[in-house]
Each structure stands twice: as C-alpha cells, then as structure tokens.
C-alpha cells in the first residue's frame, strides 16, 4: 500500500511571499489532516476533511491559511502571506474513517522556512 | 481543556537500560491514547496504542502502561536499542466538532548509547 505522499519536502521563502504544498492521502481514505509540527513540538491540528468537506478547522489561521480537497482525494494547504512564525514542518496525514483514532498515517512532512 | 502532557523532554539510555516515557491527560473523553515513533526527516509512525479499559499493553519490547484514575498512561522501551533513537509521542483522540482528532503531546526525544 503506497503511503501518503507530500510534495515539496522542503521549501525556503521569504516572509510576505505565499506558498503551497500539495498531499496525495492513501487511496481510500476518507479523511485527511494537515498539521503543523514547529521545532521541538508535538503536531498540531490545522485543519480536517472528510471527503471533499471540513470538519474541523479551527486552528486554522483564515487569516493566511487555507486549504482545500478536491473531489475528496488530493489535498492542497496555502499559506498567504507567510510570517517568520510560520516556519514549521507541515504534515498530512489521513485515515480510513474520522470516527477514531485508528489508522492515522503520516507522510513526511514538508519543511518549510521563513527568512 | 484538551491537553496531553509528555515528560520527559529528552532522554539518554544506555544500550540494553530501560527507556520510560510519560504522559497525563486531563479530558476523561480520551478514548484512545497511541504513542507515534518519528525519525528525522519523517512523519510519525504508530508504534503501539491502548483504549482505557486496559491497564497494559505489550507489543516485543513495547509496553504502555495505563492508569485510568491518575490519568497517566507511559511507554516502556526494554532492552533499548541504539536504532530506538527517535522521538516519541504520545497522543490521546477525542471527539470534537462532528468527529474529533489525535491531540499529541510535545515529544521525547530519545537518545540510546551503544
């Protein structure tokens, strides 16, 4: 079974600019997530589908985030305009079904630096 | 307020010694609490998992130990290897909007010295 796959597995931009990175969950799966993981910490939630539609997203900063999934399979996060603070790894994961806690899978992650 | 918090923050064990992380939740919605295995450059893996209604687990040299009343729940490493040098994770889900999520807490790094 082919894991998740993330794209790019590194960028490095200035503040102000924009950016986005792209996630291709395992086939089936009804739900993704990206998380933001910063030096040092545990991931956090950003934002969850199901399917094509949010559940949750309520530690998405709007204000410069945003996230959408088409036709409920691949998944793309933009960050506009980018803050020092929003360097961090990006992580997408998905599962077979929201309802638990079961057979979340990660992929690697996209590192991401402001300067 | 749904917290998971992890201790140590790192963590040297000598090849063969005992490595034993902690977590203590303060949501009694917690239903499920997996520990995540991450390496550098990748993402987290599942390394073991427990539901409430257990007091322990055991998966080869993995144990996670679980006490429901103190809400507290470890992962135990025996025999530690120096290719066990990750970071852990402990996580807890719990149900929230229309489905819930994993809350992770903020990772122990661990070193095994040969």
């Known amino acids: 079974e082919a894991g998740v796959a993330q794209s790019p597995r590194y960028k490095i931009i200035e503040k102000r600019q924009s950016v986005a990175f792209w996630c291709n969950p395992i086939?089936?799966?009804?739900?993704l997530y990206w998380y933001q993981q910063i030096l040092g910490q545990g991931p956090k939630l950003l934002i969850q589908?199901?399917?094509?539609?949010?559940?949750?997203d309520s530690q998405l900063p709007k204000d410069r985030f945003s996230a959408e999934r088409l036709k409920g399979v691949d998944s793309t996060l933009k960050i506009q305009p980018a803050k020092l603070e929003d360097s961090a790894v990006y992580l997408c994961?998905?599962?077979?079904?929201?309802?638990?806690?079961?057979?979340?899978?990660f992929g690697s992650g996209t590192r991401l630096t402001v300067v | 307020q749904q917290q998971v918090k992890q201790s140590p923050q790192s963590l040297i064990v000598q090849k063969g010694g005992i490595s034993i992380i902690n977590c203590a939740y303060e949501?009694?919605?917690?239903?499920?609490f997996p520990w995540y295995q991450q390496f550098p450059g990748k993402g987290p893996a599942l390394l073991i998992a427990?539901?409430?209604?257990?007091s322990e687990k055991k998966e080869g040299r993995f144990t996670i130990s679980f006490n429901k009343s103190a809400k507290q729940f470890s992962l135990h490493i025996m025999d530690s290897q120096p290719g066990d040098s990750a970071t852990y994770f402990c996580?807890?889900?719990?149900?929230?909007?229309?489905?819930?999520?994993?809350?992770f807490g903020k990772g122990t790094k661990l070193s095994v010295k040969p």
């Open positions: 996580a807890a889900f719990a149900y929230g909007g229309s489905q819930g999520n994993l809350i």
């Open positions: 427990i539901r409430p209604d257990v």
């Open positions: 994961a998905s599962s077979p079904a929201g309802g638990s806690g079961y057979g979340y899978t």
């Open positions: 949501n009694t919605a917690f239903d499920y």
């Open positions: 086939s089936g799966h009804a739900t």
């Open positions: 589908f199901q399917n094509n539609g949010v559940v949750d």
